[in-house]
């Protein structure tokens, strides 16, 4: 069983910065693939970014130069840097560990203002 954290959430206007964290409850270094999904109101839960066991990374479209995943395994912590933010990033991020089964985070709000 893995219990996800999300912590780093909250109102930033529009070109500003923030960063999410994802404690994790046990070791990530050997799972498979960990990343961040958004969910605004209406719409479905959407991928964000993810990134494998390898170091390997993927993001949406719409954050690629903006967004950055990273994680370290010494704290068992997956983060996303969200940088240049725009109203459309509003939405609750949730973190999500598959290995293979989804493991999710209780989600953190995240508000971007214009």
């Known amino acids: 069983q893995v219990q996800l954290v999300e912590s780093g959430g909250g109102l930033v206007q529009a070109g500003g910065s923030l960063r999410l964290s994802c404690a994790a409850s046990?070791?990530?270094?050997?799972?498979?693939?960990m990343g961040w999904y958004r969910q605004a109101p209406g719409k479905q839960r959407e991928l964000v970014a993810q990134i494998t066991k390898s170091g390997s990374t993927t993001y949406a479209d719409s954050v690629k130069g903006r967004f950055t995943i990273s994680r370290s395994n010494a704290k068992n912590t997956v983060y996303l840097q969200m940088n240049s933010l725009k109203p459309e990033d509003t939405a609750v991020y949730y973190c999500n560990a598959w290995d293979p089964k989804d493991y999710w985070g209780q989600g953190t709000q995240v508000t971007v203002s214009s």
């Open positions: 046990v070791s990530i270094f050997s799972i498979n693939a």
